[in-house]
């Protein structure tokens, strides 16, 4: 199933984020058969966190780097955390339709928006949502994460609470 191959892709990248002392976020955009962009979380580790470089937002950056700028309606972002607001908004208004992700944020996931509520840019947006896929691995890494001494990464946060406390 595409949908478990391209998602052991992002996996990866969250692998690779963790591996540098980042939060482990990895994200992947595909179409049905190829990778066309990758990012992972930047900007957590050295004591100032930088809100704006999630996973999401270093692929869409890429994405458009490599010219793809049209014609975006039948990507998937792979994410292996639920996108927050801003990545959610920044997922939709570049045009890609369909978001899967593995692990649900508690604290800050944006795909459980009313979309119906929000001004017509995001409205009208058809969107499809495919959650916990390969949910066991990303959560796994999460816990990783969150057990590590040297974290200072929303280490007492609602997040790391709630995945702590999440069997494999």
């Known amino acids: 199933m595409a949908d478990i191959k391209f998602m052991e892709q992002a996996l ?3 692998e690779y984020a963790f591996a540098s002392g980042e939060f482990p ?9 190829d990778i066309l ?6 900007g957590t580790s050295g004591g100032k966190a ?3 470089d999630h996973a999401e937002m270093v692929a869409l950056r890429r994405l458009f780097d490599c010219g793809m700028h049209e014609n975006k309606g039948p990507l998937s972002v792979y ?4 996108p927050c607001l801003m990545c959610f908004g920044a997922i939709l ?3 890609i339709h369909r978001i899967v992700y593995a692990y649900e944020d508690v604290m800050g996931g944006g795909t459980r928006c009313d979309l119906s509520r929000l001004p017509v840019l995001y409205s009208g947006v058809p ?3 495919v959650p916990h896929v390969l949910r066991g691995p990303s959560l796994e890494l999460f816990k990783d994460f969150f057990s590590r001494p040297d974290n200072h990464y929303w ?3 609602e997040l790391a609470a709630y995945t702590l406390a999440q069997a494999l």
């Not at 962009?37 to 930047?42: E, H, K, S």
């Open 25 to 33: 976020v990895g994200c992947v955009i595909a179409n049905e058969t």
């Open 155 to 157: 280490k007492d946060s």
């Open 37 to 42: 962009a990758v990012g992972g979380r930047q």
């Open 79 to 82: 994410c292996t955390m639920e």
């Open 93 to 95: 208004i570049s045009g």
């Open 127 to 129: 969107v499809e949502i």
């Open 50 to 52: 930088n809100e704006t």
């Open 12 to 14: 990866k990248q969250a």
